[in-house]
Structure formats: structure tokens, C-alpha cells
């Protein structure tokens, strides 16, 4: 089956703009990441959606950041006013539930900030 | 602060050696321990999963583990130039998955 799809597959913005990047995960996942890689880093961890909980934001760098997981299915990170440190590869993974299942990541998001 | 604690190597072997890469925990109540494989410029790739004490091996690879020690392991026998990656271990406990930061594989013809 089709595995996690995230798009646009790279974006470049301008310093200030806002940005949003999609993530479809697999069918019948009910958990979703979203993670932050740098050049040679390793993964950030910024928000954690499981069925109709409250998301876990912890990893949210700052106000700047959001993201919001409609019917349960695809999600949507959004980056407000974009910053040059904020130019990373952004990664979302689902899996079937939270604990004991692996994740599965997609392809990823190259955002760079000019 | 749950910690997942790796070597960042690069670890490195020449081809047809085994592989050994390491991976200790600090939360006693994790229940499963995954290990992925990131080639440079690609998103991680599960290749192993690893849930009681003892060896599970698929194919060249072995993940070990070891709760009492909070020590799990991933063997790669015969390795390969292919097999030249990051590897991630992930912990996961009864509400959170806490990744490594990744050791550095390099294998040389």
C-alpha cells in the first residue's frame, strides 16, 4: 500500500513569509509526528497527533509554529513569519498507535529560508 | 529526561566485517526498541524491531537486547559499501519514542 506522502517535497521561502507543508499518512494510522532534522543533526521532535487526543506539542520551537490533523487523516505544519534557523528537512511519520508500534517516515520536506 | 545514548562514530569496518552498534536507555520501563537505517539525504527506514530480551536476526542483521543492562544492539554480518548510513535507535515507553542522535556506518570496499 501506499506509504506516509508529504509535499511540497522542497520549498524555498522568502525570510517572513508563512510556510505550510502536508503530510497524508498511511491508511488506518492513527498516530502522526512531525519531526525537524538539521543538516547532520539528529530528529527534533515537535508535535505528536493520536486519534481525537489533544496533541502533544511539546517540540514546538515557538508560537511560530503549529499544526492541526483534520478527520483524523492528513495534517498540516504551519511556520508563521519563517526565519533562516528555521531551514531544516521537516518529517512526518505515522504509525498504529503510540506505544509498541514503529513509525513510518515519509519522504521529507527541504525547507530553505533565503 | 528520558535519554537514548549512541556513539556518533563514524563507526567504520571494512567489507565483510560485522558491524556493531550500540544503544543504551535511561527509562527502565521502555517496552520496545526500534532500529533505523537514514542513507545522507533520505528520511529513516525501520529495519528492525526488537520487543523481548535476547538475539532476533532477519537476514544479516541481529538487534540484541538487554533490559537489565538498558543495552540494545544492532549486529550487520558481512556488511556491505550499501550498508554506509546512519543508524537511529528508538525507545519507546508506555507514552513517549525517544530517538538517538545516530551512529555513523562507513564500510570500505
Known amino acids: 500500500g501506499a506509504g506516509v506522502s508529504q509535499s511540497p517535497s522542497n520549498k524555498v521561502t522568502e525570510k517572513g513569509k508563512d510556510v505550510e507543508l502536508r503530510c497524508d499518512p498511511i491508511?488506518?494510522?492513527?498516530?502522526l509526528y512531525w519531526y525537524r532534522q538539521s543538516l547532520g543533526q539528529g530528529l527534533e521532535f515537535l508535535i505528536y497527533f493520536q486519534g481525537n487526543s489533544a496533541p502533544d506539542k511539546s517540540g514546538l520551537p515557538s508560537d511560530r509554529f503549529s499544526a492541526e490533523r483534520t478527520g483524523g487523516s492528513v495534517s498540516t505544519l504551519t511556520i508563521q513569519r519563517t526565519q533562516q534557523e528555521d531551514s531544516a528537512v521537516y518529517l512526518c511519520a505515522s504509525s498504529l498507535e503510540r506505544e509498541n508500534s514503529p513509525l513510518h517516515f515519509g519522504n521529507g520536506t527541504r525547507l530553505t529560508v533565503t | 529526561q528520558k535519554e537514548v545514548e549512541q556513539n556518533s562514530g563514524p563507526l567504520s569496518v571494512p567489507e565483510g566485517a560485522i558491524a556493531s552498534l550500540n544503544c543504551t536507555y535511561s527509562d527502565r520501563g521502555s517496552q520496545s526498541f526500534f532500529w533505523y537505517r537514514q542513507y545522507s539525504g533520505k528520511s529513516p527506514e525501520l529495519i528492525m524491531s526488537?520487543?523481548?530480551?535476547g538475539d532476533k536476526e532477519d537476514g544479516r542483521f541481529t538487534a540484541q537486547l538487554n533490559k537489565a543492562s538498558q543495552y540494545v544492539s544492532l549486529l550487520i554480518r558481512d556488511s556491505q559499501p550499501s550498508d554506509s548510513a546512519t543508524y537511529l535507535c528508538?525507545?519507546?515507553?508506555?507514552?513517549?519514542?525517544?530517538f538517538g542522535k545516530g551512529t555513523m556506518l562507513l564500510v570500505s570496499p
Open positions: 526488537i520487543y523481548s530480551n
Open positions: 491508511s488506518g494510522h492513527t498516530a
Open positions: 528508538a525507545v519507546s515507553g508506555y507514552s513517549t519514542l525517544t
